[in-house]
């Protein structure tokens, strides 16, 4: 071993012959040493200047089972720099540069249970990055620069126990985000800017148990908002948390501890739902122990749930342990005056010399300090602002110049002048939904140059000026959605060149020419949402477009796919046609996007038709298609859509006949769950197209009129020829004519497959 280990261990690196390991630390090596010993099991190449993984980087080290790449400056992985690595149970990729995940970043690492990403600079996750790791237990992405989890991102992690996602910008988490992690039991969600709790996403999480949503911003917490059969921890401490509904955790009944603590909660009711909750953590609440926390304290004793955190008032309880303090002694002097000592604290009004009704010591002494305007709240060290559903008709000014994120929605504005948010520079995060809002001045956001998320949704605007929004250079977010604007504001979006998603759902717009759109004005859009508006054309340039990789049109009128306007969008992977009147599928519909596609949705268009060639192109990178409840009798060829994830055929009254053989063999062959159900004819109605048998009765092989078709040289032996029980389908009768007419006079020499001729037999051979 030692000869061996002299011989084969690079001048740069130390080896140890025995454990079979390479270290090559801090050596400034930029590619990998190519010397390593191919027996080699453990590889540690830490701090160097790698950069690039090509592919087949590691092809000459065969057995590795563990390889450290941290700090390495790497920027890119290349498709199949792993692919040799088929023992890799753990690799570390942190601290590096890596900003995309792409399809097939990790092929090849069949066997890697532990993957880390940490402290990189992903922004993105593009589908089917993980698909290759189906042993994988643990996924860390912490550290990054995501702000958003699509559809399927974490799809073929069959085995995956703990995805943390920490310390990112996640504002936003699609529906299916976890669709598939059947397995996951541990999710860290904490130091995000979520704003409120994804319900909807978490729901489909039936086996995790602990879940850390700690630091994001949200501010309540609705009815079942937290709806996970199997969770057993909640870390939702350090958050924004004002009020919490006592039905908020009703979904989660086997919950065992949840902390509350370093939230705005003033008091807490009973939780329903949990049986068997025993710790409850208040800890750095502004608690008043007052007649209002009774309720909790005796629910809390009867279940024997354990309250930590203290009182913060009134003065004669203040610091005394929730634990400690009895029922009793949670008094107010009656019903009537306890919401009045409350709305004294908040208007800062004087003490009253009742030590009963003085408000808390720790509260009051601050808010008295808090600059905040009028019928409004400020937290400054949360650094949020709120005057949500406060009745108000001008927007308030005055807040705190700290202030992050402003909550004004559900007020009545009607019109925001210009300049109608001085000192808010600093402001993240706007909210102004619901406010009934119809006209917005030109530079009425003028000085919010750290603005990022505006929400506008659900007003009365009907025309955007082109200078609105001067002023937020750094504008990421846009959400117009549930208004009534006609045109696309193309000239109002030309100030945001940070735009990367635009929210425009719920509109009047019923057309998109090419003036002003996307290109010039939105440099950086890579998400547009036009769903439910009226569009029924849209121009060649309309959707020019380097980056737009995201664009729902569904439920619009459309008649026809927009092949020629996605011809300027090349790098497009998830379109959304559903729900428009698409008749007709033709030729090539989707072959300007045929090398970026990724995920395809035609439902419930009224489809009758698509052409044998209009998936022409889409080949393996196709992850998903989806034509659900239209009206299609047969599809075309499948079978070159070698990367399907996902595939919907239901609600299609497919004709179970000889032409659907193809389909129902691709069916056989595919380790995707494919339902599809015949519609014709009557009798087979209903049933599964991998149910029904009349498939026995076809041609070994389709072919079109014309060609010969090759007949299995020992047909099943029958009394008496017998038509197909679908006779009455006008296809299935010209097969047994054609089929008799080529083999009435067979080829000389056909050395494989003999074809058997009728005349020679003693019993007539069914050929339909």
């Known amino acids: 071993l030692s000869t061996l280990e002299a011989k084969k261990c690079p001048k740069e690196c130390s080896c140890d012959g025995t454990q079979l390991t390479v270290a090559c630390v801090d050596k400034n090596l930029t590619e990998i040493p190519p010397s390593v010993d191919e027996i080699t099991l453990k590889l540690d190449l830490r ?74 600079r992903i922004e993105e996750i593009q589908p089917g990055a993980f698909t290759q790791l189906g042993f994988l237990n643990m996924l860390t992405l912490s550290h990054n620069q995501l702000v958003y989890i699509p559809n399927m991102a974490f799809q073929g992690l069959h085995n995956i126990n703990w995805l943390r996602l920490s310390h990112n910008s996640l504002n936003n988490l699609a529906p299916e985000a976890f669709a598939g992690l059947f397995t996951l039991n541990r999710l860290s969600l904490d130091h995000n800017e979520l704003q409120f709790f994804p319900t909807q996403t978490m729901t489909r999480l039936r086996e995790v148990t602990h879940l850390d949503m700690s630091h994001n911003p949200m501010i309540y917490l609705g009815e ?70 009774r309720p909790l304290k005796e629910w809390a004793r009867a ?140 530079g009425a956001f003028q000085g919010m140059k750290n603005l990022f998320y505006l929400y506008l949704s659900d007003n009365d605007l009907t025309f955007l000026d082109p200078r609105v929004f001067a002023g937020t250079p750094q504008l990421t977010y846009l959400h117009l959605e549930g208004n009534r604007l006609v045109q696309f504001p193309g000239s109002a979006l030309s100030l945001l060149p940070s735009l990367f998603v635009l929210h425009m759902e719920r509109n009047a717009i019923s057309k998109l020419e ?39 049109l569904d439920s619009n009128q459309l008649t026809e796919v927009p092949t020629q306007a996605l011809s300027e969008a090349p790098s497009l992977e998830e379109l959304n046609l559903s729900q428009n009147s698409v008749r007709r599928v033709g030729p090539k519909a989707f072959q300007p996007v045929h090398q970026s596609l990724k995920r395809l949705y035609m439902d419930h268009t009224g489809m009758e038709k698509m052409s044998s060639d209009a998936l022409l192109g889409l080949g393996s990178g196709l992850r998903a298609l989806t034509v659900r409840g239209n009206q299609l009798e047969e599809l075309p060829d499948l079978s070159p859509l070698t990367g399907l ?64 078709v090759a007949v299995d040289p020992k047909p099943p032996k029958t009394k008496k020829s017998k038509p197909s029980k679908l006779s009455n389908s006008p296809g299935v009768k010209a097969w047994p004519e054609r089929a008799k007419a080529k083999v009435a006079k067979p080829a000389k020499k056909q050395p494989q497959r003999k074809p058997v001729t009728p005349k020679k037999t003693k019993n007539k051979k069914t050929l339909s």
């Open 47 to 120: 701090n160097n200047n790698l950069q690039v993984l090509p592919r087949g980087a590691f092809t000459h080290t065969p057995y590795l089972t563990h390889l450290n790449l941290q700090r390495c400056n790497i920027i890119k992985v290349k498709e199949g720099a792993f692919r040799t690595l088929g023992r890799v149970v753990s690799l570390n990729l942190a601290h590096n540069k890596i900003d995309i995940l792409y399809q097939e970043s990790f092929d090849g690492l069949s066997s890697l249970k532990e993957l880390h990403l940490d402290h990189n």
């Open 224 to 293: 079942e908002s937290v709806s996970m059969a199997k969770l057993t921890h909640i870390y939702l401490n350090h958050m924004s948390l004002q009020d919490l509904s006592d039905q908020a955790l009703s979904g989660a009944p086997l919950l065992s501890h949840v902390d509350l603590s370093h939230n705005q909660l003033r008091y807490l009711e009973p939780l329903s739902g949990p049986k068997d909750l025993t710790s409850l953590n208040l800890t750095g609440n502004q608690i008043y122990c007052n007649c209002y926390m």
């Open 303 to 442: 279940g024997g749930v354990e309250l930590l955190g203290a009182c913060a008032g009134p003065p004669h309880l203040s610091d005394e342990p929730l634990q400690a303090v009895a029922p009793l002694d949670l008094r107010c002097r009656n019903r009537a005056e306890a919401p009045k000592e409350e709305e004294e604290e908040k208007e800062e009004e004087k003490e009253d010399e009742s030590p009963t009704n003085a408000p808390s010591k720790p509260t009051a002494k601050p808010k008295q300090k808090v600059k905040c305007p009028v019928n409004c709240e400020c937290n400054i060290e949360a650094q949020h602002a709120t005057c949500e559903d406060r009745g108000h008709t001008k927007v308030p000014r005055g807040f705190p110049a700290k202030t992050e994120l402003l909550d004004l929605r559900s007020n009545h504005f009607h019109h925001l002048p210009a300049s109608s948010f001085p000192g808010s520079s600093q402001v993240v995060s706007l909210h102004l939904e619901f406010c009934k809002i119809r006209e917005i001045e030109n």
């Open 514 to 552: 090419p003036t002003g759109l996307l290109s010039s004005t939105t440099p950086r859009l890579r998400e547009l949402y036009l769903s439910n508006n009226t569009i029924t054309v849209i121009a060649k340039g309309a959707l020019d477009s380097a980056t737009l990789s995201t664009l729902h």
């Open 645 to 708: 994830d996902l595939i919907d055929l239901r609600d299609n009254p497919l004709l179970c006949d000889c032409p659907l053989l193809p389909l129902r063999r691709w069916m056989e062959k595919v380790s995707l769950e494919v339902i599809a159900t015949c519609g014709r004819p009557p009798e087979l109605r209903g049933q599964k197209v991998t149910d029904v048998h009349v498939f026995t009765s076809c041609p070994e092989i389709m072919s079109p009129p014309g060609e010969k």
